[in-house]
């Protein structure tokens, strides 16, 4: 099915470890973005990259990085997590213009220990 | 910085009922705005995406309005169903960010 493809689903780190959080998209769309979801806080943006070759920083970036690996791929790296991090993240993309707004993927729940 | 709100923030109603969910947005400068549906433990279903220059949009059961000079949208749900019960959430499109309400969380009773 098209859409967007997060891994892993689930993941538990104890503090101080690190990990790379997958995405993917096939659809095409230029413009892929992070997300964080936390009770109280809703949604909000880490990272994204308007297109292939280019990220910059959304409202929460600090502990985090991304690389768009090429225009399907986005992924977000956690260098050294820290309980704060604990979290549901999720991953969308655009095409930006199209007037068809963002597709999300089915998130990765992060516990850091 | 753009901010969305969403009231009410949690709704209870009996099956049938027709409902609005309200959403309002302090910078009317955004190209569009989206309604999405997230159950528990899933992600953000997109419902209904409203341009700029429209007014309203509809699909099935429901339909989205949008006054951008006043920063508010609706969402009005018709003839409400147990399967409706969901958390539905707002976001204001301002280019290369989406920024979200607070989300209603609405629970349909039979």
């Known amino acids: 099915n098209a859409g967007v493809t997060q891994t892993p689903k689930f993941q538990v780190l104890k503090t101080g470890q690190s990990m790379t959080l997958q995405c993917a998209q096939d659809?095409?769309?230029?413009?892929m973005y992070w997300y964080r979801q936390d009770p109280g806080m809703g949604l909000r943006l880490i990272y994204y990259?308007?297109?292939?070759?280019?990220?910059d920083k959304g409202e929460v970036p600090n502990g985090y990085n991304v690389s768009r690996l090429n225009k399907r791929e986005f992924s977000l790296r956690l260098e050294s997590a820290a309980p704060s991090q604990t979290s549901v993240y999720f991953c969308?993309?655009?095409?930006?213009?199209?007037?068809?707004?963002?597709?999300f993927g089915s998130g990765t729940r992060l516990t850091v220990v | 910085k753009q901010e969305v709100t969403q009231i009410p923030a949690a709704l209870s109603v009996p099956e049938g009922e027709n409902l609005v969910l309200n959403c309002s947005f302090t910078?009317?400068?955004?190209?569009?705005l989206q309604w999405f549906r997230q159950d528990p433990g899933k992600g953000l279903t997109s419902l209904l995406l409203?341009?700029?220059?429209?007014r309203e949009q509809t699909s099935g059961r429901l339909n989205a309005s949008l006054d951008k000079s006043s920063g508010r949208s609706t969402l009005y749900i018709a003839a409400s169903q147990p399967g409706d019960s969901a958390t539905y959430l707002c976001?204001?499109?301002?280019?290369?960010?989406?920024?979200f309400g607070g989300g209603t969380r609405l629970m349909v009773k039979p």
């Open positions: 409203i341009q700029s220059s429209q």
């Open positions: 659809m095409n769309h230029n413009s």
């Open positions: 910078d009317s400068a955004i190209y569009n």
């Open positions: 990259s308007a297109s292939e070759g280019t990220t």
């Open positions: 976001a204001a499109n301002a280019g290369n960010m989406l920024t």
């Open positions: 969308a993309s655009e095409l930006q213009g199209a007037g068809y707004g963002y597709t």
